[in-house]
Every structure is written in structure tokens, then in C-alpha cells.
């Protein structure tokens, strides 16, 4: 099995976007296993707060790690 990873957009009557180059891989009688990863809002602003606030630890901070 192949994977292939892209950004799908939902189209007007419901369906998902695939793009052309992996149009011209399906035939009728292809069998494909499809998975959603919607996007969670509120984890993807977790971890910018993580993020941003690791982007301000430094080495020397560690001493504070085994208070």
C-alpha cells in the first residue's frame, strides 16, 4: 500500500478535492482507504502557547528545573 498526503477542500456537492496528479492513479475500480484529520482549534493554539513560551527557556534556567 502507498500513502499520499494532501490538503483536501470539501466541494460544493460534498465531495473531496483530489488532486490531478492522484486522479490519474484511480481508476473506477481502485480501492482506497481514506482518513480524516480534522484540525483542532484549540490544540493548535496549546501548542503555539507551548512553543512560545519553550522559545524563551534558556540553558541556564535549568537550575530552577529541581526546585
Keep these: 500500500m502507498k500513502a499520499y498526503e494532501y490538503l483536501a477542500e470539501i466541494l ?3 465531495h473531496l478535492s483530489v488532486p490531478d ?3 490519474d492513479r484511480l481508476t473506477r475500480e481502485s480501492k482506497i ?4 484529520l480534522l484540525e483542532d482549534e ?3 493554539w496549546r501548542n503555539f502557547t507551548v512553543s512560545e513560551f519553550m522559545s524563551g ?3 541556564k534556567d535549568a537550575i530552577y528545573d529541581n526546585l
Design 12 to 14: 460544493p456537492d460534498g
Design 21 to 23: 496528479n492522484l486522479k
Design 33 to 36: 482507504r481514506v482518513m480524516l
Design 42 to 44: 484549540e490544540a493548535v
Design 57 to 59: 527557556y534558556s540553558a
